[in-house]
């Protein structure tokens, strides 16, 4: 029995810095700094900073390809959820994350179609890197979304 009859995937995280996409010499480093971000201070100032409306809105602009769409309520709602308990600690886990399974690990094992969405303009997961999950044999398709960035939701 199928549980799931397809499955989307929409600009997939390329996980850039996961420890088996670092060359030898700068995964030291890089664990290093997730770790001293993870479990000092550090990553808290560094949190404090950027749960800010400022920063939000900011970096809002950088991944929506179309900045005209980042209003203050976007802020708002992006935010809020941010500035409850433990949110720091989920943002500090989620930007340290640089083990687990990879998506281009993940995909070949899905047993029914997969559809991957990907922006044109998508500053942070290049498309040129994201076409290639097009070719694994279960990827029915892979779209490209014109004129879009980091955020499909803005089409």
């Given at each position: 029995m199928n549980v799931c009859r397809g499955l989307?995937?929409?600009?997939?995280?390329?996980?850039?810095l996961h420890i088996k996409k670092q060359s030898w010499y700068t995964r030291p480093f890089v664990k290093s700094?997730?770790?001293?971000?993870?479990?000092?201070?550090?990553?808290?100032?560094?949190?404090k900073a950027v749960a800010t409306p400022k920063a939000v809105k900011n970096i809002l602009r950088q991944c929506y390809y179309n900045d005209s769409e980042v209003t203050d309520?976007?802020?708002?709602?992006?935010?809020l959820p941010g500035l409850q308990p433990g949110a720091a600690d989920v943002f500090l886990?989620?930007?340290?994350?640089?083990?687990?399974?990879?998506?281009?690990?993940?995909?070949?094992?899905v047993e029914c179609p997969v559809l991957v969405v990907w922006g044109d303009k998508d500053p942070w997961e290049p498309i040129e890197l994201g076409r290639a999950y097009g070719n694994f044999k279960n990827v029915e398709d892979f779209v490209v979304l014109p004129n879009v960035g980091h955020c499909p939701q803005e089409a």
């Open positions: 989307l995937l929409l600009n997939i995280s390329l996980r850039m700094f997730q770790g001293i971000l993870r479990n000092t201070d550090l990553g808290k100032m560094f949190y309520e976007l802020v708002e709602k992006i935010l886990t989620f930007i340290c994350y640089s083990d687990g399974p990879l998506a281009e690990e993940l995909i070949p094992k």
